[in-house]
């Protein structure tokens, strides 16, 4: 094997002399994520150092909401024992005056997310109330950037200790 020194110095750096600049680890790291054709997807695979595959990856980000899809990819993620931030929603927390089968989802992610994370897998569910993307632009209230939410999930990966949840609501 070969490594190139200089990586392996920075890592040292950021790691041993600066540890409050550990953010820099992220450009070494491998992404799979999941919905990148728009929205918040998009945004973080132009970010990030994005891979075709799962088993590649050092980070699952579990964007793409497709019915219950989001919670059987964290529990393949987990049984690779990668670090995973699942894009949940606040939802589930609003009352709901009629069915709303994406809060049942959503809810599901919540929970699959909790047991997970109490069984030592490092996942986070970043809960997000609407932000702006093509998927709600028919939605006439106060939305987040995208560029906001991005940066949530940058402080979640740059957090020492696993989070194991973070709601952020315009």
Same mark, same amino acid.
């Not at 054709?37 to 050092?58: H, I, P, T």
């Not at 909401?65 to 919670?71: C, E, K, L, R």
């Given at each position: 094997?070969?490594?190139?020194?200089?990586?392996?110095?920075?890592?040292?750096?950021?790691?041993?002399?600066? *540890?409050? $600049?550990?953010?820099?680890?992220?450009?070494?790291?491998?992404?799979y994520?999941?919905?990148? #054709?728009?929205? +918040?997807?998009k @945004?973080?695979?132009?970010?990030?150092?994005v &891979?075709?595959?799962?088993?590649?990856?050092?980070?699952? =980000?579990?964007?793409?909401?497709?019915?219950?899809?989001?919670?059987?990819?964290?529990?393949? @993620? @987990?049984?690779?024992?990668?670090? =995973?931030?699942?894009?949940?929603?606040?939802s589930p927390?609003?009352?709901? $005056?009629?069915?709303?089968? /994406?809060?049942?989802?959503?809810?599901? +992610?919540?929970? @699959?997310?909790?047991?997970?994370?109490?069984?030592?897998?490092?996942?986070?569910?970043?809960?997000?109330? /609407?932000?702006? $993307? *093509?998927?709600?632009?028919?939605?006439? #209230?106060?939305?987040?950037?995208?560029? /906001?939410? &991005?940066?949530?999930?940058?402080? =979640? +990966?740059?957090?020492?200790?696993? &989070?194991?949840?973070?709601?952020?609501?315009?």
């Amino acid at each position: 094997c070969t490594y190139n020194i200089d990586i392996f110095h920075n890592l040292l750096y950021h790691i041993c002399i600066n *540890p409050s $600049s550990i953010y820099r680890l992220n450009n070494y790291m491998k992404f799979y994520i999941t919905g990148t #054709r728009r929205g +918040l997807g998009k @945004a973080l695979s132009e970010k990030y150092d994005v &891979v075709d595959n799962l088993n590649e990856a050092d980070v699952f =980000i579990n964007c793409k909401h497709d019915g219950f899809t989001q919670v059987n990819m964290l529990y393949e @993620a @987990a049984k690779l024992n990668i670090k =995973i931030i699942n894009i949940g929603s606040n939802s589930p927390d609003e009352t709901k $005056s009629k069915p709303h089968i /994406y809060a049942v989802e959503k809810t599901a +992610l919540d929970k @699959a997310n909790h047991q997970l994370f109490y069984q030592g897998i490092d996942t986070t569910i970043g809960r997000f109330g /609407y932000f702006d $993307s *093509p998927r709600v632009e028919h939605i006439d #209230r106060k939305k987040m950037s995208i560029e /906001y939410c &991005v940066s949530i999930i940058d402080w =979640i +990966l740059n957090q020492p200790h696993k &989070v194991k949840e973070i709601t952020v609501c315009p």
